[in-house]
């Protein structure tokens, strides 16, 4: 399954994003098989910075780097791909300056919605930054779910067990672009999220002992 052949978006309303930038994964998955989904911030400025870009994007350095402090020993986005956990964005366009509309984070997350559905099987939601955890909070809020994280700073917010739709949702920092290699104290808070995804999944998915009778 490639998404972006069932997530589009027609109109382009928002006015503070640049739509030269719109992308939405193009990048074959089996739905089935992805057990966590990270959600970043926004699309790149550059198209070639994207997680599913040839080379080596910017992305996909700084998210490699953030699952190896994590633990988990991967070279590229194939690798994190095939650890059943799956990338995209909260809004699907690139930012014009440093911060989103709440306007546009509410329109594309109607985008968002649809991205996750495609996905059953999945565990464990990573919300790498303000612009993803409001979105997922419009969601479940637009659905009468209520919020899913609370207010406040995420280092305060960090800890307690979230949940969306059942399963659980880690707030947490943003990992895709060049800040990532600057802020130390978030690399650390990041890579304990991640770490903690992939344990909850992988709990989830060992078989339970044997009893004998």
């Known amino acids: 399954m490639r998404v972006c052949e069932y997530v589009k978006c027609e109109q382009f309303p928002c006015s503070d994003v640049r739509h030269e930038c719109y992308v939405v994964p193009d990048v074959d998955v089996q739905p089935d098989h992805v057990s966590i989904i990270l959600i970043s911030e926004a699309a790149p400025a550059e198209p070639g910075d994207y997680y599913y870009a040839p080379g080596d994007p910017l992305f996909q350095q700084t998210t490699v780097q953030a699952f190896n402090d994590a633990g988990a020993h991967v070279s590229s ?12 964005t909260a809004v699907k366009c690139g930012k014009t300056g440093y911060g989103i509309k709440a ?3 509410k329109e594309c997350s109607r985008l968002l919605e649809q991205e996750l559905a495609l996905f059953p ?10 612009v993803a955890i409001k979105a997922v909070n419009t969601i479940a809020e637009r659905a009468g779910e209520g919020r899913v994280i609370p207010a406040g ?6 800890g307690p067990a ?5 399963q659980r949702a880690f707030p947490s920092y943003l990992q895709a672009g060049p ?3 600057i ?13 903690g995804a992939l344990s909850l999944v992988k709990r989830e998915s060992s078989p339970l002992p044997h009893r004998e009778g």
């Open 183 to 195: 802020e130390k104290s978030k690399r650390k808070m990041i890579a304990e999220d991640i770490a």
């Open 162 to 166: 979230y949940f969306f739709r059942g």
């Open 153 to 158: 700073s995420t280092y305060k917010i960090r």
């Open 121 to 130: 099987q999945v565990k464990a939601y990573l919300l790498m930054g303000d």
């Open 77 to 88: 986005i194939q690798d994190i791909l095939g650890l059943g956990v799956y990338l995209t």
């Open 103 to 105: 306007g546009t984070v």
């Open 179 to 181: 800040s990532f290699f």
